[in-house]
């Protein structure tokens, strides 16, 4: 019998022993569920908090960077006002531009503040993000007007010739006034070019053919269509120009003229813009804007400096610029 208690109690010691080993590590595991928690919900809320003021940051940058290099002091208040807009505000946004008034960066700053990592004594965190934004040259894009202008020295505002029409040099050159057949040849394709744009990319180096003769059917329609096509109120002029206007057209700059005989190939050494102002009428005594596709035309644009998107490189600057995120 009393072997029998002996071997009793000496279970329940033993299941008393175990009890407070299971709850040693049962508290152990609760500490350690509650680590993971705290882990998955603060990681989870630092990862989100990060990826909006990484947003944030990038659309600063490239925001700004479309002022540069003409204006710093509105890039900078443009990218305040990006991240602003994001949800980057006041002291946490730190604007700098650099590089020869070509490169704007945006760093910003944010304290979150975190739940379940209070246990461990850690109420918030910093985060800081950081992007740059460059302006250059651009050295490819789509959409390009079928214009060749010979490289020159641009004067802003100035009204220059896209397109000659026979009695204007030089338009003698062998039947070219500086059409150019993109993607394709012949008239359509050229009135569709003018009307829309060459739906694939020119860079700077590529060779590309004229389109010899006047045309002046296809250039008169396809100019006026891209006219109408402005719908903005105020109607947009060259100091005015808003960067989706149908008015806006991106020329190839090339090399010259002088060596095309007839349908000939030329070299693109760069890309300009211009606001597309109408066609002009020549030698019938006197030149003379005019609504009618009948006649010898030329095509007037006045130049202007643009910031858009493009690929940027090093190549000569004809004033149109694209700009990229380069960190």
Known sequence: MKKTIAMYLSRMHSIEDDLGAALVLTALFLVVLLGFSALVIDVGLLYINRLALVNAVDAAALAGVQDLPYSPTMAMEKAKEYAAANGANGDEVKVVVRNGDHEVQVTASRDVKLYLARVFGITEQRLTASAAAQVGSISGCFGVAPFGVVEQDFILGEQYIL??????????????????????????????????????KLEVGDW?????????????????????????????????????????????VIRNLDKA??????????????????????????????????GESSVLGRFIRRVLPGEVGNVPDFGLKGYKLVE
């Open 261 to 294: 005989h007839g349908r000939d190939s030329v070299q693109v050494v760069g890309f300009a813009a211009f606001f597309l102002e109408g066609t002009l009428r020549e030698g019938d005594g006197g030149d003379s804007k005019h609504d009618d596709d009948k």
């Open 163 to 200: 397109k000659c029409g026979p009695h204007r040099p030089p338009g003698y050159l062998r039947g070219n006034f500086g059409a150019l057949a993109l993607g394709d040849q012949g008239a359509s394709n050229y009135e569709n070019n003018i009307k829309y744009g060459h739906n694939e």
């Open 208 to 252: 590309v053919d004229t389109e010899p003769g006047n045309m002046s059917g296809p250039t008169v329609r396809g100019v006026r269509h891209r006219i109408e096509q402005c719908q903005h109120e105020p109607k947009c002029t060259y100091d005015s120009v808003k960067n989706d206007c149908s008015r806006l057209v991106i020329v190839p």
